[in-house]
């Protein structure tokens, strides 16, 4: 837990997609590195284009906790269960993409996180097709 974000392993850091790696790993679970090839993996539950609340549902009612990844483009997160009966997710998080005045800028997080698929949106600032949640696009649950 929040362990430096590496973009593409830079540093000797993890990224997203590195973190599910060596996570997997350790189980003998082998992954692709990068987040568009994990998220080809496994049985694929399409959740496109949904609103949150069912996205939300879906992971809960079709996801296994550690063993389901959320995927969006550029992205890739570990379903861990549910904390206050929400889904939360484990990923290394480089930021929030946000809004003031006008101007667009982002919330560095930088490192690996425990979320719900609400991340940043609390801040009034945050845009909120950025919402992670509304980026999903799919869960990948790898194995029974």
């Given at each position: 837990?929040?362990?430096?974000?590496?973009?593409?392993?830079?540093?000797?850091?993890?990224?997203?997609?590195?973190?599910?790696?060596?996570?997997?790993?350790?189980?003998?679970?082998?992954?692709?590195?990068?987040?568009?090839?994990?998220?080809?993996?496994?049985?694929?539950?399409?959740?496109?284009g949904?609103p949150?609340?069912?996205?939300?549902?879906?992971?809960?009612?079709?996801?296994?906790?550690?063993?389901?990844?959320?995927?969006?483009?550029?992205?890739?997160?570990?379903?861990?269960?549910?904390?206050?009966d929400?889904?939360?997710?484990?990923?290394n998080?480089?930021?929030?993409?946000?809004?003031?005045?006008?101007?667009?800028?982002?919330?560095?997080?930088?490192?690996?996180?425990?979320?719900?698929?609400?991340?940043?949106?609390?801040?009034?600032?945050?845009?909120?097709k950025?919402?992670?949640?509304?980026?999903?696009?799919?869960?990948?649950?790898?194995?029974?």
């Amino acid at each position: 837990m929040h362990e430096p974000y590496g973009w593409g392993g830079g540093n000797n850091r993890r990224d997203c997609s590195a973190t599910t790696q060596d996570f997997f790993a350790v189980f003998g679970l082998w992954l692709p590195r990068n987040s568009k090839a994990q998220a080809s993996q496994g049985i694929s539950v399409d959740v496109k284009g949904l609103p949150l609340i069912e996205k939300e549902k879906t992971v809960l009612s079709q996801g296994k906790p550690f063993l389901t990844l959320a995927a969006l483009p550029g992205h890739i997160m570990l379903y861990i269960g549910t904390y206050h009966d929400k889904p939360v997710f484990l990923h290394n998080l480089w930021g929030i993409r946000t809004l003031v005045e006008e101007k667009e800028g982002r919330l560095i997080i930088g490192r690996t996180v425990i979320t719900s698929l609400e991340a940043g949106n609390e801040l009034s600032s945050i845009v909120e097709k950025s919402i992670i949640g509304n980026r999903v696009t799919h869960f990948v649950v790898l194995s029974d």
